[in-house]
């Protein structure tokens, strides 16, 4: 790789992206969390060391010695990762044991008016209905896809020594993220704006849950879905902001283009 091309492989996407294109979108130092670990090189070191993309490990430079500074502490980073193996267990096991609740309720043959009962953890025993059980199943499945996301960013960048302090809220945040856009994309889905997914049987709690996942792993393509759909129904012929302004003003200022 040419010097101009490591250094234009490392100002794309920000680490929200499931693509995999290990880039970085702030010059923060902190690639896409989707990216691939080879050894200790990320696309940012690439730009960093002329494009030669390597690490070798040894003593750095004082322009090095400084951003090194920014790495999360052993402390922090020691807590965020039990932070992501709790994510994980809580996850697992409130799925394992609301899915029995989701079958008996959303699945074709099931009395509309049926309710399961639900106790996660031994916390509570719920009454859940077929629309309960299914927003539940939705929010735990994106949580989950959200925890592989995070888990595989954490994973590589604590191996390739970049994980820095500022990207920290990015971890913590990222379960939240992903249930949002989640819950927006099923009410979607249940409300017919996309084609074919109306109708009687369209409650599938294999489909909607597989969604949510994938909702939570890729939160980046999902919200370009939405924007994509917000354009479609909300589009407009004029510009808005311009067709606002005041016209007798603008032309006292000279603006050419005032009417």
Request: hydrophobic share 40%.
């Amino acid at each position: 790789m040419t010097t101009a091309e490591g250094a234009g492989a490392g100002m794309e996407e920000g680490p929200d992206d499931g693509s995999g294109s290990g880039v970085d979108d702030g010059g923060s130092g902190q690639p896409e969390a989707g990216g691939v670990d080879d050894g200790g090189a990320g696309p940012d070191e690439s730009a960093d060391n002329g494009g030669s993309g390597a690490d070798d490990g040894s003593a750095e430079s004082g322009a090095a010695g400084a951003r090194d500074k920014r790495r999360l502490s052993t402390v922090s980073t020691t807590l965020l990762g039990l932070f992501l193996l709790a994510d994980v267990v809580f996850v697992c096991g409130a799925l394992v044991t609301l899915w029995p609740a989701v079958l008996a309720t959303v699945e074709p043959g099931a009395d509309p008016t049926a309710t399961a009962r639900w106790s996660p953890f031994g916390l509570g025993d719920w009454a859940l209905t077929a629309d309960t059980a299914m927003l539940l199943a939705v929010v735990v499945c994106s949580a989950l896809g959200s925890f592989v996301h995070a888990a595989t960013s954490f994973a590589t960048y604590v191996g390739n020594r970049r994980l820095y302090a500022s990207w920290l809220w990015w971890y913590l945040l990222r379960a939240g993220i992903g249930v949002a856009l989640a819950l927006l994309v099923y009410l979607l889905l249940r409300g017919g704006l996309f084609a074919g997914s109306s109708g009687a049987g369209a409650t599938n709690p294999y489909g909607f849950s597989g969604i949510a996942g994938l909702c939570g792993l890729f939160s980046k393509q999902a919200t370009d879905k939405l924007r994509e759909i917000c354009d479609t129904l909300l589009s407009t012929t004029g510009d808005g902001d311009r067709d606002r302004r005041d016209g007798l003003a603008a032309a006292r200022n000279g603006d050419p283009g005032a009417s």
